[in-house]
T-cell receptor
Framework: GAVVSQHPSWVICKSGTSVKIECRSLDFQATTMFWYRQFPKQSLMLMATSNEGSKATYEQGVEKDKFLINHASLTLSTLTVTSAHPEDSSFYIC???????????FGPGTRLLVL | GEDVEQSLFLSVREGDSSVINCTYTDSSSTYLYWYKQEPGAGLQLLTYIFSNMDMKQDQRLTVLLNKKDKHLSLRIADTQTGDSAIYFCAEKAGAGSYQLTFGKGTKLSVIP
């Protein structure tokens, strides 16, 4: 297999709070993970590339202080949405690349609703 | 920059074949992927093809690649209602990068 999990699967929070989303590769090690955002009926928008043991690389227009990424181990990357606002409400999907391979395996996604 | 185009909708009758088309612009693409997304779920890798291949078949799925025209297609034989989903075409650029460029997705509706 190549199973990627995300936790939580959905979260509702109040505006101004921070939310942490975890992405885990369950049966393989992943040097590289990616974080995407998907708006309703749209394609995936790459937010950042997360590399184990180093700083994440953010795509243009994505605020690194707003979306904190930590890839502390070969099986776990976290995305923290800081001081969340209603416009941060979205579907966040992570993917992981098995070390030594090139294919991305995706998690099931986390739906965030900020009230 | 890279661009991946797909038609947005496809409707077929159960039992028929579905063909989802995709065009891309990056001539240095090494791998091309098809992912399936069901409502409220993440992306499921269906199949992929290396850029030096013309065709790949995996059970009901057939991928055709025309590298000259930068055209990729996914054929689903004997389409079932469970195949209803959004299908994303994605390309991976050359060696050294894991990043994918996605199309906007084709919504496949299967009519019973």
């Amino acid at each position: 297999g190549a199973v990627v999990s995300q936790h939580p699967s959905w979260v509702i929070c109040k505006s101004g709070t921070s939310v942490k989303i975890e992405c885990r590769s369950l049966d393989f090690q992943a040097t590289t993970m990616f974080w995407y955002r998907q708006f309703p009926k749209q394609s995936l928008m790459l937010m950042a590339t997360s590399n184990e043991g180093s700083k994440a690389t953010y795509e243009q227009g994505v605020e690194k202080d707003k979306f904190l990424i930590n890839h502390a181990s070969l099986t776990l990357s976290t995305l923290t949405v800081t001081s969340a606002h209603p416009e941060d409400s979205s579907f966040y999907i992570c993917s992981a690349v098995r070390t030594g391979q090139e294919t991305q395996y995706f998690g099931p996604g986390t739906r965030l609703l900020v009230l | 920059g890279e661009d991946v185009e797909q038609s947005l909708f496809l409707s077929v009758r159960e039992g028929d074949s579905s063909v989802i088309n995709c065009t891309y612009t990056d001539s240095s693409s090494t791998y091309l992927y098809w992912y399936k997304q069901e409502p409220g779920a993440g992306l499921q890798l269906l199949t992929y093809i290396f850029s030096n291949m013309d065709m790949k078949q995996d059970q009901r799925l057939t991928v055709l690649l025309n590298k000259k025209d930068k055209h990729l297609s996914l054929r689903i034989a004997d389409t079932q209602t469970g195949d209803s989903a959004i299908y994303f075409c994605a390309e991976k650029a050359g060696a050294g990068s894991y990043q994918l460029t996605f199309g906007k997705g084709t919504k496949l509706s299967v009519i019973p």
